[in-house]
């Protein structure tokens, strides 16, 4: 069902990260059974691919998904607006503006961690946003690029754009460098500063904020949570290793519901896959976001080879998931 405002934000205490080519909806289909508060990101869509492009596909998702936020990349105020409004007429629960993504092709289309630059244009683009749909409107960016002083320009940016209406951010917590440095490397290799947004913390009562980067415990989570962040947003440890940050979220997060079991959420799989699969998708389309879901964990690596290597056969169907849970079950 589609959430009001503030059952949003509660579930913004957790998040799963927007990430192109991970999130998409089998993933977050995935991550809903093993969470039912965390609050998941769509991979991020371009104004320009709904707007101009008409890419309407790219909105669908499952209704079992929500909480789920749109997450959007563009700089033109009037184009994000009605991709926007596009995003909440599918029934998002929120419309976020990446400001922190620094690939090529992203800066090319002067959008991402290059508007970290431009915080005008930014509070523009969430104004005329706000201006066109009901449903809360975020944005996700960095602590800085290139060579500007995160102190000075968080806060900065913080400051204009929540002027201009945006009250819930994510930060990631590091800079990026948008010359020299790939995609991934701008990933790992700036520094992250966990104070500064700590500091934003204290400098911005009225915003709710989100912390990101580099968290890769359930433990580390409650810990941002405690020391007074609203928020934590986790990427690749929530793809990598679902059950160690999902299985346990509803209880220690959120403070309700039981924790999951990863052999139930397969089997919870196995009709979706069905359903997917007389739609004419394929089985490894799913499965290859399931790779982890027993990561670390006795037969975890048969389990995985069983899926990658006949995911991709012809004719493979939900009984390969069944078989290989086999070395699972038999090693737990
Ligand atoms: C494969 C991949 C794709 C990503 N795509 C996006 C994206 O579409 N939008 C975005 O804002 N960030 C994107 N990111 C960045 C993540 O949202 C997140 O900020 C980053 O991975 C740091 O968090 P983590 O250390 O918990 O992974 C992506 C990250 C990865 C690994």
């Known amino acids: 069902m589609k959430q009001g405002f503030s059952s949003v934000r509660a579930a913004a205490r957790l998040s799963v990260a927007p990430m192109m080519d991970w999130t998409d909806r089998h993933c977050r289909y995935l991550h809903r059974l093993m969470s039912r508060n965390v609050l998941l990101y769509t991979e991020m869509v371009t104004a320009p691919a709904l707007v101009r492009g008409g890419a309407l596909h790219l909105l669908e998702y499952s209704p079992q998904e929500h909480p789920v936020a749109l997450q959007l990349g563009g700089s033109d105020p009037e184009e994000l607006a009605q991709a926007a409004v596009l995003g909440a007429k599918a029934g998002y629960d929120e419309i976020n503006l990446n400001c922190g993504c620094p690939s090529d092709r992203v800066q090319s289309g002067t959008f991402g961690a290059i508007l970290m630059k431009d915080p005008g244009r930014v509070a523009e683009c969430v104004a005329e946003m ?17 060579d500007q002083d995160p102190a000075e320009v968080l806060p900065e940016f913080l400051s204009r754009v929540g002027a201009a209406g945006c009250q819930r951010f994510t930060i990631h917590a590091r800079k990026a460098w948008l010359q020299g440095l790939s995609p991934k490397e701008n990933r790992d290799i700036p520094p992250l500063d966990y104070d500064l947004v700590q500091r934003m913390r204290g400098l911005f009562g009225g915003l709710h904020l989100s912390v990101n980067g580099g968290i890769t415990s359930l433990d580390q989570a409650e810990q941002f949570l405690e020391a007074g962040l609203d928020g934590v947003m986790v990427g690749r440890a929530a793809y990598h290793d679902p059950t160690a940050i999902l299985a346990q979220a509803d209880r220690r997060i959120y403070g309700e519901g039981t924790d999951s079991d990863p052999v139930e959420v397969a089997r919870q799989m196995l009709p979706y896959i069905a359903t997917h699969l007389e739609a004419g998708g394929k089985l490894a389309q799913v499965t ?45």
């Open 130 to 146: 706000k201006r066109a749909v009901r449903v809360e409107v975020t944005v996700k960016c960095r602590i800085g690029v290139d």
């Open 288 to 332: 290859r976001h399931m790779l982890g879901l027993f990561a670390g964990r006795p037969g975890a690596r048969h389990w995985r080879r069983i899926l990658s290597e006949g995911a991709h056969k012809p004719g493979a169907g939900p009984e390969l998931v069944e078989q290989a849970l086999d070395p699972v079950m038999a090693a737990a």
